[in-house]
């Protein structure tokens, strides 16, 4: 399985989580980063054919971003508008996405506390990054649960660094596909009917 990492951070230099994590993605077998930010350069400019075949090579597409005002950095929603085009992400003949897996990996600086009802965010994560769950099926990819990092802002090195062998380890999961696991769990009930209390 090839991964695709477009990372949107305004600046990576100046990054906590995000560069951690660009960095541990850029050695991980199989996974190709790219900072949109140095590619796109000041005026968010994007070569779309070369956006556009780097997609149609890899299998899984991950966009990494800090979460900035409950969305994303404006680099990537530049990337989206110009390389998700009609024709090759939508529209007549325009399903060339369909069939790969999507995902996002996000860190925030409220706590995970605050990202549910009753929390001072409101509002759980599922629901702030559903334009990013549409995109995925409009485009026909099938959206993978989020890797999220909570307080980060104020987070120390060692819990920085905590978060990278999760990271990793959700975004080379090659089971992470909904009807995998729902797949996996129903052979072991096959195998096992005994088990069906402890999973329905
Ligand atoms: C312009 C801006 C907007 C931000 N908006 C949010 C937000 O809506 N929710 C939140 O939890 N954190 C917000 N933060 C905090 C960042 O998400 C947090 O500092 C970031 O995830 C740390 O990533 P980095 O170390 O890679 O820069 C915001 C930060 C900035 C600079």
């Known amino acids: 399985m090839k991964t695709l990492v477009l990372t949107a951070h305004p600046d990576l230099g100046k ?15 199989s996974v190709t980063t790219r900072d949109l930010t140095t ?21 899984r597409i991950v966009f990494q971003f800090p979460f900035y005002w409950y969305s994303a950095p404006p680099v990537l929603k530049a990337w989206m508008d110009q ?3 009609y024709g090759f992400a939508y529209g007549p003949g325009g399903h060339k ?26 509002y759980a994560m599922d629901e702030f ?3 990013f769950q549409q995109t995925a099926n409009l485009t026909g990819m099938t959206y993978l649960r989020p890797f999220v990092a909570h307080g980060m802002a104020v987070a120390d090195a060692a819990k920085l660094e905590a978060t990278v062998p999760d990271m990793l380890a959700h975004l080379t999961d090659p089971a992470l596909d909904p009807k995998i696991k729902q797949a996996r769990i129903n052979k072991a009930l096959a195998e096992d009917p005994s088990k069906a209390a402890a999973v329905s």
């Not at 075949?53 to 299998?59: G, I, K, P």
């Not at 369909?98 to 605050?114: H, I």
């Open 39 to 59: 590619i796109g350069g000041a005026t968010f400019t994007f070569d779309i054919e070369a956006e556009q075949a780097l997609l149609l090579a890899h299998d």
């Open 129 to 131: 990054l559903k334009p």
């Open 97 to 122: 996405l369909a069939g790969r897996e999507f995902l996002t990996l996000v860190s925030t600086g409220g706590p995970a506390d605050s990202y549910h009802a009753g929390g001072y965010n409101n």
């Open 83 to 85: 390389v998700l085009s």
């Open 15 to 29: 990054s906590r989580i995000n560069r951690l994590w660009f960095d541990a993605l850029s050695d991980a077998e």
